[in-house]
C-alpha cells in the first residue's frame, strides 16, 4: 500500500467542511455529560435550588409540572440522545427524564403541553423517548446552558410548542417562554436519592 495514501486520508478529513464536531455539554465539574448514563441535577445558574415536580394549582394530581426548589438540588434527571455517542453533543435532540419513581404519577420523561401557554410536565412513560428539547451553549460562564425545544406540529403553517425554556412569572412553573431563558447547569448526582424527599409539593 502506498504510504502517501493514509497521510492523503488525514489531510482530506481535517480539511473537509462536512461533518464538524459539536461542542460537549459539559457539568459543573468541567467532565462531559454522558449520554443515557449517570444522573444529574438540572441547577439554574446563580440559584440555590435546582429543578423539582410539583402540582399544579388548581390542576389534576397528575401530570406533574416542574418548578424551582430553594435550598435543594432537586430531583435527578438522565439526558439521552439518539446519537450511538458516550457523551452529550449540544444542539443535538435529548430526552430528559426523571431517574427516580417517587410520585404516584408514572410519568418521568418531559414533555410539552400544548393549548395555550406550553408547559413541561413530567408525562411521559418511563419506557418511552420524547427526543423534544435540545442543549444550548448559554455563553455566559464556562458550563452554563439553555434547554429549548424542537417545534411540535405545525398549524397553519405555524410552528408550535417553539423556544426556549424558563420560569413563568405567574406560578413559577417551567415553560416555553419569549422572555429571558432560564439559563442551566448540570451537577453530577452521586446518590440518585439524595434531596428526593424536599422537592415534591
Do not use: H
Not at 418531559?110 to 395555550?116: A, I, K, P
Amino acid at each position: 500500500m502506498n504510504p502517501l495514501i493514509p497521510f492523503a486520508l488525514t489531510i482530506l478529513v481535517c480539511l473537509s467542511p462536512f461533518p464538524t464536531l459539536t461542542a460537549g455539554v459539559a457539568d459543573t465539574d468541567g467532565k462531559p455529560v454522558r449520554n443515557d448514563g449517570g444522573s444529574y441535577y438540572i441547577v439554574p445558574y446563580g440559584s440555590n435550588g435546582g429543578l423539582s415536580l410539583t402540582q399544579r394549582v388548581g390542576g389534576s394530581p397528575c401530570p406533574l409540572y416542574i418548578t424551582r426548589t430553594a435550598n435543594s438540588f432537586g430531583v435527578p434527571l438522565r439526558l439521552s440522545s439518539p446519537l450511538r455517542i458516550a457523551f452529550l453533543p449540544s444542539s443535538s435532540p435529548v430526552s430528559i427524564a426523571f431517574i427516580a419513581n417517587i410520585t404516584l404519577c408514572e410519568g418521568r420523561v418531559w414533555q410539552v403541553t400544548t393549548g395555550g401557554q406550553s408547559y413541561v410536565t413530567a408525562s411521559g412513560a418511563p419506557s418511552d423517548y420524547y427526543y423534544s428539547f435540545a442543549i444550548e451553549v448559554a455563553g455566559k460562564k464556562k458550563n452554563t446552558y439553555k434547554i429549548r425545544t424542537y417545534c411540535k406540529s405545525l398549524e397553519g403553517g405555524v410552528e408550535k410548542n417553539c423556544g426556549d425554556l424558563g420560569i413563568i412569572k405567574e406560578n413559577g412553573l417551567l415553560g416555553v417562554t419569549n422572555d429571558e431563558p432560564l439559563i442551566v447547569q448540570f451537577k453530577e448526582a452521586s446518590d440518585p436519592g439524595e434531596s428526593l424527599g424536599k422537592s415534591i409539593m
